[in-house]
């Protein structure tokens, strides 16, 4: 049974930072992309980043970009996405996404 469990989200004030967390299981994913998403309330969900389990490349939403940076640690079957200068704009819950499958979400708040 594949699970992807996210955890690290929390209320920072704007220039803030957090790092989130995926932990992968139930399965390998060496063909696959890692993904984070994000979902605003009455906003649609927005892509954020993307990682390549096999080789590491890396794909950053415009939005994110030299802000947020995404890595994996392939030994613990987990992906970090590591948030700096956040902003108020930032706040939403995070989801983790890899083959179709799913996180339950983080929620991230950045005060201003």
């Known amino acids: 049974q594949v699970q992807l469990v996210e955890s690290g989200g929390g209320l920072v004030q704007a220039g803030g930072s957090l790092r989130l967390s995926c932990a992968a299981s139930?399965?390998?994913?060496?063909?696959?992309?890692m993904n984070w998403f994000r979902q605003a309330p009455g906003k649609e969900r927005e892509f954020v980043a993307r990682?390549?389990?096999?080789?590491?490349?890396?794909y950053y939403a415009d939005s994110v970009k030299g802000r947020f940076t995404i890595s994996r640690d392939a030994a613990k079957n987990t992906v970090y996405l590591q948030m700096n200068s956040l902003k108020p704009e930032d706040t939403a819950v995070y989801y983790c996404n890899i083959a179709g499958y799913w996180g339950q979400g983080t929620q991230v708040t950045v005060s201003s």
């Open positions: 990682i390549w389990w096999a080789g590491g490349s890396t």
């Open positions: 139930g399965r390998t994913f060496s063909n696959y992309a």
